[in-house]
């Protein structure tokens, strides 16, 4: 069983930062797509961002160019730097992982496992 544990939410003003972390478990973490998802209140879970085990990336248009996606396979570890956050950003953000590489990532119903999720809320 593999233990996804994200971390880094927070309250923050619009257009300010933050930085999510997401870990999980095992030793092949390097061969992990490891994707970024968001919740939003009485809203389907939504893609947010992935990379792949050979380092793609790719994000949904609605955080294009404001966040970045970045992994360290020494620390088992995957970031998501949001910057320029607005209030429809809000939401709870999940990490999740799948040694099945898909091809882009962009599913729920790609990734085995998956964290509690942290709260991210942007205030305007």
């Known amino acids: 069983q593999v233990r996804v544990v994200e971390s880094g939410g927070g309250l923050v003003q619009a257009e300010g930062s933050l930085r999510l972390s997401c870990t999980a478990s095992g030793r092949t973490f390097i061969s992990y797509t490891m994707g970024w998802f968001r919740q939003a209140p009485g809203k389907e879970r939504e893609f947010v961002s992935a990379?792949?085990?050979?380092?793609?990336?790719n994000y949904a248009d609605n955080v294009k160019g404001r966040f970045i996606i970045s992994r360290d396979n020494y620390k088992n570890a995957v970031y998501l730097q949001m910057n320029s956050l607005k209030p429809e950003d809000t939401a709870v953000y999940y990490c999740g992982a799948t040694l099945n590489a898909p091809p882009w990532g962009r599913e729920v119903g790609e990734y085995d496992y998956w964290g509690q999720g942290t709260q991210v809320t942007v205030s305007s």
């Open positions: 990379i792949s085990s050979d380092d793609k990336v």
